[in-house]
């Protein structure tokens, strides 16, 4: 870590986001390269730690670029990763929350049904969305969720506009009618 440059150290938590998931404790994850940013300090951090055996790298089934922990001791003996999957133990569960729902959208043939639902799941999504942009995996996800919640919000918002609307015109009629009489 020490031997990084500024912009692999800072990258660093970027990949350890990509790498790690919480449940219960953490444990690790493969994870796309296309996950990762593409920015330099996350190639560095992934050559650096994959030469120093830290990090394994393969090619998935589909032919995609995969890399991972070489070893889950990782996680329960360096205190710098300890300490940061405590200090980010929120956030962690949240993806792999995120990650388990993009997963049924996408079995579902991306059905909307299975967005993330108004309140405390998408609320959560959205805030992540806007501070951590470059940590989430499921971006794809979690903007359809965010776009459908805004289209359900217009939606629901016109339909009670247009009840108001009916439900004034009767009033008005009636009145109309009252007073011709």
């Given at each position: ?68 922990l070489a070893h889950e001791a990782l996680i329960n003996n ?96 009636a009145i109309a009618i009252h007073t011709i009489q």
């Amino acid at each position: 870590f020490a031997s990084l440059s500024a912009a692999g150290q800072e990258a660093f938590p970027r990949v350890l986001a990509a790498l790690l998931t919480v449940d219960a404790s953490a444990s690790s994850r493969t994870a796309r390269r296309r996950e990762l940013s593409a920015g330099s300090g996350e190639e560095e951090v992934v050559a650096a730690f994959t030469r120093a055996n830290l990090f394994v790298t393969d090619v998935d089934q589909a032919g995609e670029a995969t890399v991972a922990l070489a070893h889950e001791a990782l996680i329960n003996n360096w205190p710098r990763v300890q300490d940061w999957v405590q200090e980010n133990k929120d956030f962690l569960r949240l993806k792999t929350r995120i990650a388990q729902a993009a997963h049924r959208w996408r079995e579902s043939g991306k059905d909307r049904d299975f967005l993330l639902p108004q309140g405390k799941p998408l609320a959560e999504a959205e805030d992540a969305l806007q501070k951590r942009r470059a940590e989430l995996n499921e971006l794809e996800f979690v903007v359809a969720s965010v776009k459908d919640a805004a289209y359900r919000r217009r939606i629901r918002a016109l339909t009670v506009a247009g009840v108001l609307t009916l439900i004034l015109s009767i009033i008005f009629g009636a009145i109309a009618i009252h007073t011709i009489q």
